[in-house]
């Protein structure tokens, strides 16, 4: 079973920095791929940024140069830090990961920019 616990979120000011993490069991970590996801309020779910197995990244061009997505294979926790904030970066962060062809999501941890 598989199991993603997402947490670090909270209330942060513009300009700000904040780290997200997630801990995931029950897949083979270390083989995966992995994402990060956002939704905003009245908005639909939106790709934040992607890590590769092999520690390759890739962001949308919303947070580039302000956010660096990483992973620890040995404690299989998969992280976001966040800098440079902004009042559009507020919205709920879910961790997402693919195994065997199934789709697997965080319960989500809230991120609030203002000030």
């Known amino acids: 079973q598989v199991h993603i616990r997402a947490s670090g979120g909270g209330l942060v000011q513009p300009g700000g920095s904040l780290r997200l993490s997630c801990s995931i069991s029950?897949?083979?970590?270390?083989?995966?791929?992995m994402d990060w996801y956002r939704q905003a309020p009245d908005n639909e779910r939106e790709w934040v940024a992607s890590i590769s197995s092999g520690g390759s990244a890739s962001y949308a061009d919303s947070v580039k140069d302000r956010f660096t997505i990483s992973r620890n294979n040995v404690r299989n926790t998969l992280s976001l830090d966040m800098s440079s904030v902004k009042p559009e970066d507020t919205a709920v962060y879910y961790c997402?990961?693919?195994?065997?062809?199934?789709?697997?999501w965080g319960r989500g941890t809230q991120v609030t920019v203002s000030p």
């Open positions: 029950g897949v083979n970590f270390r083989i995966h791929p």
């Open positions: 997402h990961v693919t195994s065997q062809g199934n789709h697997f």
